[in-house]
């Protein structure tokens, strides 16, 4: 299957708030205690995520979660995150085992994270997201923020912002 629009319809996938196209594939049935003041959370969700050459880029955003990414299917996907101290990473989700690419990636949560589609019609992965995924615990970054926590990343980081001050 190499048509990006023939993937979104075979994985019912819809647009993501940050970019691209998704659906949940697993909720966990098991529900634990995060710890006080925290609510109860899912022990474990999954999505699949798609970039395309129309909408080739996922918005810096923080989630409260770990997040394991797992390279699937068509062209390489190019993750950024930036710790909390402001360090820059730059990963490569894709096929070249061995080479300049990997199959996975994890990302702690309270990092920053963006991806965006290096090349190409599309670029699927899947994310396992550990406590489970809930909206509450996911917010954009916006350059407001950049500029004010690690102002010397703003030229970096700001175009991976997207066009959004939310």
Not at 3 to 9: L, N, S
Not at 38 to 54: F, H, K, Q, V
Not at 137 to 142: A, E, H, I, L, S
């Amino acid at each position: 299957m190499t048509d990006a629009q023939a993937i979104i319809e075979a994985l019912d996938l819809k647009p993501h708030p940050e970019g691209g196209f998704f659906r949940r594939t697993y909720s966990s049935e098991t529900i634990a205690p995060l710890g006080v003041g925290n609510s109860d959370r899912r022990l474990l969700s999954c999505i699949c995520y798609l970039l395309t050459s129309e909408c080739p880029m996922g918005r810096l955003h923080v989630n409260r979660s770990d997040i394991v990414h797992f390279y699937q299917l068509g062209e390489p996907i190019e993750c950024t995150i930036v710790s909390p101290a402001g360090k820059i990473e730059r990963i490569i989700l894709g096929p070249e085992v061995g080479g300049s690419h990997s199959l996975q990636l994890t990302v702690p949560g309270g990092w920053w994270k963006a991806s965006r589609l290096l090349s190409g019609s599309y670029g699927l992965i899947s994310e396992a997201v550990s406590p489970g995924f809930e909206y509450d615990d996911m917010r954009f970054v916006t350059l407001d923020e950049i500029e004010s926590t690690h102002p010397a990343l703003a030229d970096q980081l700001g175009p991976l912002c997207g066009n959004s001050s939310t």
